[in-house]
T-cell receptor, first 117, second 114 residues
């Protein structure tokens, strides 16, 4: 089945530093990947849509200069949290579509727990 | 904006019982719905989906019901097992230019007691 790999699973960084999170589709080409953020005991909130070879589309209220998204290939999208602050501590999850038809659900990565100290 | 909501309910059941998890959605343009299971510290796991041209779909031990008239979605789990304990989310996609973008409900915590 379709697998999305996310790395790292956990990361702790100092306030003011940047952190990069990788999302890879292992056995399929994902033209579109999505990045979500989930705070404790809350739901997933879409941050941005990442399309291969083009600029990401950010949801309202998400700072594009703070959350840099790169989708350089059909199997890799990266999210970089720049100048991280404690309020950026969250669970970040990516997902990828399996194709252009809505025949299957979207596959999610295992998530990255970011803690900014 | 429009959203899918679950209002943070919790559901506790005994092993072997049937579970019903409900979800209300507000975007009448949504045409595709998915139920996900999320265990602690993990990403959402696909359970079952349904398109808006259907009102019922069955999987292994799970059934999703869609009532477009009242914008309601439910997930039924038969013979619930301790391994079913998790947070369950419904999600919707509005299609069209919103293809691929999922709006998630707030989640229901399901606890299954042996």
């Amino acid at each position: 089945g379709a697998v999305v790999s996310q790395h790292p699973s956990r990361v702790i960084c100092k306030s003011g530093t940047s952190v990069k999170i990788e999302c890879r589709s292992l056995d399929f080409q994902a033209t579109t990947m999505f990045w979500y953020r989930q705070f404790p005991k809350q739901s997933l909130m879409l941050m941005a849509t990442s399309n291969e070879g083009s600029k990401a589309t950010y949801e309202q209220g998400v700072e594009k200069d703070k959350f840099l998204i790169n989708h350089a290939s059909l199997t890799l999208s990266t999210l970089t949290v720049t100048s991280a602050h404690p309020e950026d501590s969250s669970f970040y999850i990516c997902s990828a579509t399996l194709g252009t038809a809505l025949s299957v659900g979207y596959t999610f990565g295992s998530g990255t727990r970011l803690t900014v100290v | 904006g429009e959203s899918v909501g679950l209002h943070l309910p919790t559901l506790s059941v005994q092993e072997g019982d049937n579970s019903i998890i409900n979800c209300a959605y507000s975007n009448s343009a949504s045409d595709y719905f998915i139920w996900y299971k999320q265990e602690s510290g993990k990403g959402p796991q696909f359970i079952i989906d349904i398109r808006s041209n259907m009102d019922k779909r069955q999987g292994q031990r799970v059934t999703v019901l869609l009532n477009k008239t009242v914008k309601h979605l439910s997930l039924q789990i038969a013979a619930t097992q301790p391994g079913d304990s998790a947070v369950y989310f419904c999600a919707e996609n509005a299609g069209g230019t919103s293809y691929g973008k999922l709006t998630f409900g707030q989640g229901t915590i399901l606890t299954v007691h042996p």
